[in-house]
């Protein structure tokens, strides 16, 4: 059977007021980590972000917490290097991933990004579910096929979340949408729904929200 990935609808009223609610509840940096016994203990519900350098995920925790500059944004990719954990109210852990495909960083570093990637997504109990960023302009790309791939074999259910939806004309999205759903018909863990954001002009956030807030 083709799945067809539609867009997320609008959250309803209530599924909207209790994402509100979660991410008006206060959102904090909890710790930066570099080894998986860096961890924090796995008592919360975890969404995670995922994506190439650059696609925007740093700003994605920022507009979904409203918070200008909770999760550091910056024009150089490769900039979050850890894993950065923020807390989302007493329930919810929020997990800013390293970016990856940046092609200047040295190898080893790669490694050692990968290695902790793969450890966490496989190793994570409380991990609800990846949310995997894509630039709304380039679909998915080889690079992105790896972690892709890497959720499937973890059975970490993950949803893509198309960015920067500001940045895209009409024609333009709906080819990469097309491209998208393509794509992931061949991965088993992708959640049957996309998300398009604007973390620039707010687009999706309420919908992202409502969605964390189900995961409870
Ligand atoms: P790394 O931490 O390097 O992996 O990057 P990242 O995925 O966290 O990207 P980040 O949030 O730092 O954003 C990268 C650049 O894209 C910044 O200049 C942001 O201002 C810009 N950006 C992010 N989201 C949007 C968006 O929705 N619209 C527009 N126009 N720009 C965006
Ligand atoms: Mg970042």
Same mark, same amino acid.
């Given at each position: 059977?083709?799945?067809?990935?539609?867009?997320?609808?609008?959250?309803?009223?209530?599924? !909207?007021?209790?994402?509100?609610?979660?991410?008006?509840?206060?959102?904090?940096?909890? +710790?930066?980590?570099?080894?998986?016994?860096?961890?924090?203990?796995?008592?919360?519900?975890?969404?995670?972000?995922?994506?190439?350098?650059?696609?925007? %995920?740093?700003?994605? $925790?920022?507009?979904?917490?409203?918070?200008?500059?909770?999760?550091?944004?910056?024009?150089?990719?490769?900039?979050?290097?850890? $894993?950065?954990?923020?807390?989302?109210?007493?329930?919810?852990?929020?997990?800013?991933?390293?970016?990856?495909?940046?092609? +200047?960083?040295?190898?080893?570093?790669?490694?050692?990004?990968?290695?902790?990637?793969?450890?966490?997504?496989?190793?994570?109990?409380?991990?609800?579910?990846?949310?995997?960023? =894509?630039?709304?302009?380039?679909? $998915?790309?080889?690079?992105?096929?790896? =972690?892709?791939?890497?959720?499937?074999?973890?059975?970490?259910?993950?949803?893509?979340?198309?960015? %920067?939806?500001? %940045?895209? +004309?009409?024609?333009?999205?709906?080819?990469?949408?097309?491209?998208?759903?393509? %794509?992931?018909?061949?991965?088993?863990?992708?959640?049957?729904?996309?998300?398009?954001?604007?973390?620039?002009?707010?687009?999706? =956030? !309420?919908?992202?929200?409502? $969605?964390?807030?189900?995961? !409870?």
């Amino acid at each position: 059977m083709e799945l067809s990935f539609p867009l997320a609808e609008a959250p309803d009223a209530e599924a !909207a007021e209790a994402g509100r609610r979660l991410f008006a509840g206060g959102a904090g940096f909890l +710790k930066g980590v570099v080894a998986m016994d860096g961890l924090p203990p796995a008592d919360r519900a975890e969404v995670c972000f995922a994506g190439r350098s650059n696609v925007g %995920k740093s700003s994605l $925790i920022n507009a979904l917490t409203g918070t200008r500059a909770l999760a550091r944004t910056s024009n150089t990719p490769g900039r979050t290097q850890e $894993i950065n954990y923020f807390t989302l109210g007493d329930t919810h852990y929020l997990v800013d991933l390293p970016g990856y495909g940046f092609a +200047k960083a040295p190898l080893p570093v790669v490694e050692r990004w990968q290695a902790l990637l793969r450890a966490y997504l496989a190793g994570r109990p409380s991990l609800r579910r990846a949310f995997v960023l =894509i630039d709304a302009r380039h679909g $998915i790309k080889e690079v992105d096929e790896e =972690i892709l791939t890497m959720l499937d074999r973890a059975a970490v259910p993950f949803q893509t979340v198309l960015t %920067k939806a500001d %940045k895209v +004309k009409a024609a333009e999205r709906d080819r990469v949408l097309a491209q998208v759903r393509q %794509k992931l018909q061949t991965h088993p863990a992708a959640f049957p729904e996309l998300v398009l954001t604007s973390s620039e002009k707010g687009e999706g =956030i !309420a919908t992202l929200r409502a $969605i964390v807030a189900s995961l !409870a």
